[in-house]
């Protein structure tokens, strides 16, 4: 399909036209309706966002074919550069990043910022923001940078998420206290590109009926998961943290009693993690780089596309960070050494704490800074997730993505509520572009999400603040579901 950037103006100007026909605005004429553009609704928010004097920060960036080394494996994969994760982006909330992507790629990529409520045309979705970026070619992102937090960045076509196209974008606080000594920041991925075939011959699989479905038994760490019965529908070879496989770790030093922010992303297409520290405890700060109240606990489980904060003060020795799959067989890790007699946990370590409290977001509070104002939703918008009867094909609604079609319309300043009701027997994080939603309780102090994990059979709800015109992606961060189907278009009309 080809990308007409004129289509999203045209129809944010549709809508505008509407109204002229409803009763009472009909004799009014078209000049007194303020018809305002998409490209210039953009615009408006971003100069709001943008402040006098703010530094820019510049990288470059090449997507492009290398070989890596995973600790003992070598892959010919995709990534950015010749590492693994990719280059850590590290800015400041307020700064204009300043992106230059250059594609070496031998297909059409782009890239998109996950977790940032940015301008809508930097948000890297083909076919819906921008048209897609060709092989050998260039495109620059430029944007500012609204919020703090711990996110990342990766293409938003077809698979390419689940190759090694994927890196940390740190963003700091001008205001943070800075209560910790030091800095982990781990990305957690499922591998399978250049080892079993490419994740586009693994969908052919899965369409052609290739989806396992179970896990052999006793192949699981624990008999029970917290995802429902059904932890993937791939089987990745391998597990990796920070790029290595867990019978080769990478190490981080620090000092015995030192305070440790871990930052923990999950950029893996079909695994969710269950992470413990072995020895520790762990508070967590902040889901999806917005502060929660800390929460002490012995484990995370981490979906896909979603990201923890962590704070944790280090005993002496030499621990194992385990991040074990959940629901299916596997496991990457990590050692935090802060002692060099120490010897190295072995890579089957299977600490206490994996079998003790996991946070669930039940147990998660929004700071009171970061909660939204208590108000009654304008709109709700229900997504049923589902499977198709007619092969690997996941819908919303009982339909597959379409970038033309708006599935879910708002309009700007309504409180819009998303209704993710999980008619499957799978879980799917369901992530949210240019917004961070909050997720719905009772006591209205909900942690704020941009994903949110919709248990199997279970409803997750989240209110969002439509303040960011543009079209938005909503979809699963399961790589597979997404290509398969199950994406959606949530579009400001004006
Ligand atoms: Cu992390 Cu639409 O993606
Ligand atoms: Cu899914």
């Not at 405890?281 to 896909?304: K, N, Y």
Request: hydrophobic share 40%; with cysteine; glycine share 10%.
């Amino acid at each position: 399909m080809s990308f007409d950037p004129a289509l999203s103006r045209r129809r944010f100007l549709l809508v505008a036209g509407a109204a002229l026909t409803a009763p009472g605005l009909a004799a009014c004429g078209a000049g007194t309706v303020s018809a305002e553009t998409l490209p210039a609704a953009i615009s408006r928010v971003e100069s709001t966002r943008r402040k006098g004097g703010a530094r820019t920060v510049t990288h470059s960036l090449v997507a492009k074919p290398t070989r890596l080394d995973l600790g003992g494996v070598q892959v010919d994969t995709w990534a950015y550069g010749d590492e693994l994760p990719g280059p850590r982006l590290r800015v400041t909330a307020g700064d204009v990043l300043r992106a230059d992507l250059r594609n070496e790629l031998p297909a059409d990529t782009t890239i998109h910022w996950h977790g940032l409520a940015l301008r809508n045309d930097m948000d890297g979705v083909p076919q819906v923001t921008q048209p897609p970026v060709p092989p050998g070619a260039s495109f620059r992102y430029e944007f500012t940078v609204p919020d703090p937090g711990t996110h990342w960045y990766h293409p938003h076509v077809g698979l390419q998420l689940d190759r090694g196209l994927y890196a940390p974008l740190i963003v700091d606080d001008p205001a943070e206290p800075g209560r910790y000594d030091a800095e982990l920041v781990v990305v957690l991925d499922d591998w399978l590109d250049g080892v079993a075939g490419t994740p586009d011959e693994q969908l052919d699989k899965l369409r052609q009926g290739g989806m396992h479905h179970g896990w052999p038994q006793g192949m699981a760490e624990r008999p029970t998961s917290l995802v429902g019965g059904d932890g993937g529908d791939v089987a990745h070879p391998h597990l990796v943290a920070n790029g290595r496989v867990a019978t080769a770790p990478r190490s981080f030093e620090a000092r015995p009693g030192q305070r440790v922010r871990i930052r923990l992303i999950n950029a893996a297409a079909d695994t969710a993690f269950r992470v413990a520290l072995g020895g520790h405890r762990l508070t967590v700060t902040a889901s999806d780089g917005f502060d929660t109240e800390p929460v002490e606990t012995d484990a995370v489980l981490i979906g896909m596309g979603e990201r923890y904060d962590l704070l944790v003060t280090l005993g002496d020795g030499a621990f194992p960070l385990v991040a074990a799959a959940e629901g299916k067989p596997g496991r990457a890790l990590l050692v935090l050494r802060t002692s060099p007699q120490a010897a190295p946990p072995p890579a089957d370590v299977r600490p206490a704490q994996l079998s003790g409290r996991v946070v669930t977001l039940a147990d998660l509070r929004s700071t009171p800074g970061h909660r939204l104002p208590a108000r009654r939703p304008d709109r709700t918008l229900t997504l049923r997730l589902g499977m198709s009867h007619r092969g690997y094909e996941w819908l919303i609604n009982g339909r597959a993505f379409d970038p033309r079609r708006d599935d879910l319309p708002i309009q700007e300043g309504e409180r819009v509520r998303l209704r993710f009701v999980n008619q499957t027997m799978m879980f799917h994080p369901m992530h949210l572009h240019g917004h961070t939603g909050q997720v719905v309780r009772a006591d209205g102090a909900g942690p704020r999400k941009d994903t949110v994990v919709a248990l199997p059979m279970r409803t997750v709800e989240l209110d969002l603040d439509a303040d960011n015109p543009g079209r938005w992606m909503v979809h699963c961060h399961n790589a597979y579901h997404a290509e398969a189907g199950m994406m959606a278009l949530m579009g400001y009309t004006a």
